[in-house]
C-alpha cells in the first residue's frame, strides 16, 4: 500500500469541519474501527474501494484526499448519513458571518462615560456567526472601547467589543451603565445576598459591590466577542 501523510491529514481536517468522529466514518464506510485506525496511524492510503468510500463519507474526492486539490462543486452537494440516523450536508464555504452595527457610545475599561441613548451607528464590522450562538443576532451592537482595566483578558483601547443587548445569563463579561457611566465589566452576579461583584481584570483596579435591585446599575447587554485592534 502507498504511504501518504497528506491524505489523513486532509481527512482529519475534513472529519473535524463535519464534527465526525472515526468510529462513525468506519461505521459508514463498513470496515471495522480497529482496520481504519491502523490505516491512519500508519499513514496508509487504503484499497481503491475503500478510499472511495471513505471519501464519500466525509462528502469530498479520492482525488482531494490524495493531492489536495479541491472537489467539484457537485460533489460537495451530497447528504452524509450516519449509522445515528443523522444526516449532514457538507458545505465547503467560508464560515459564515455576521454584520454588527458600531455605534459611536465609547465603553470604558475605567472611569466610564455618560450612556448615550440615542447613539449613532459609524459603521459595521463583521464577525463569526458562531460567536452568536444562543443570543439574538437582531441585538448585537459594537462599540469601542476606552481605557485599559480589562487588559486582563486582552481587551485593550481601541478594541471593538460586541455585545448582545438586553441579554443577561450567567456570569461574565457584560456592558454596564453604573451610576450614568457605561463600562465593560465581569460580572459576579450572588444570588444568595443579592449582590453584584464588579470586576476589573487589571489589578490596579478594585472590585466594585452593588445589590442586585441597585436602580444606578443597568445591564445593558452581555459581551459575546472582541475585535482586537492593536499589534500587540
Known amino acids: 500500500m502507498m504511504t501518504m501523510i497528506g491524505f489523513w ?29 491502523n490505516y491512519s496511524t500508519n499513514n496508509r492510503i487504503p484499497k481503491t474501494e475503500e478510499a472511495v468510500r471513505i471519501a464519500k463519507a466525509i462528502g469530498t474526492s479520492v482525488e482531494y484526499l490524495v493531492s489536495g486539490e479541491e472537489p467539484d462543486s457537485e460533489e460537495c452537494t451530497q447528504v452524509i448519513n450516519l449509522p445515528s440516523g443523522q444526516a449532514i450536508t457538507p458545505v465547503f464555504d467560508e464560515e459564515p458571518t455576521v454584520l454588527v452595527p458600531i455605534v459611536s457610545q465609547r ?26 450562538r444562543g443570543v439574538d443576532r437582531s441585538s448585537l451592537i ?46 459576579e452576579f450572588r444570588a444568595v445576598d443579592q449582590t453584584i461583584f464588579i470586576h476589573s481584570e487589571n489589578q490596579k483596579y478594585s472590585t466594585e459591590t452593588v445589590g442586585m435591585e441597585n436602580e444606578n446599575l443597568i445591564i445593558l447587554g452581555k459581551v459575546v466577542g472582541w475585535v482586537h485592534c492593536h499589534p500587540y
Not at 107 to 122: C, I, R, V
Open 9 to 37: 491529514k486532509r481527512f482529519d481536517t475534513q472529519m473535524k469541519t463535519l464534527a465526525l468522529t472515526k468510529k462513525e466514518v468506519a461505521a459508514v464506510v463498513g470496515i471495522s474501527y480497529g482496520t481504519f485506525v
Open 107 to 132: 465603553l470604558s475599561a475605567g472611569p466610564g462615560e455618560d450612556f448615550l441613548a440615542e447613539s449613532q451607528y459609524k459603521g459595521h464590522v463583521r464577525i463569526l456567526e458562531r460567536m452568536t
Open 142 to 187: 459594537a462599540a469601542t472601547v476606552k481605557g485599559d482595566s480589562m487588559t486582563g483578558v486582552q481587551i485593550f483601547d481601541g478594541d471593538l467589543v460586541i455585545f448582545a443587548h438586553e441579554h443577561i445569563s450567567e456570569n461574565g463579561l457584560y456592558v454596564i451603565s453604573l451610576y450614568g457611566e457605561v463600562k465593560v465589566k465581569r460580572l
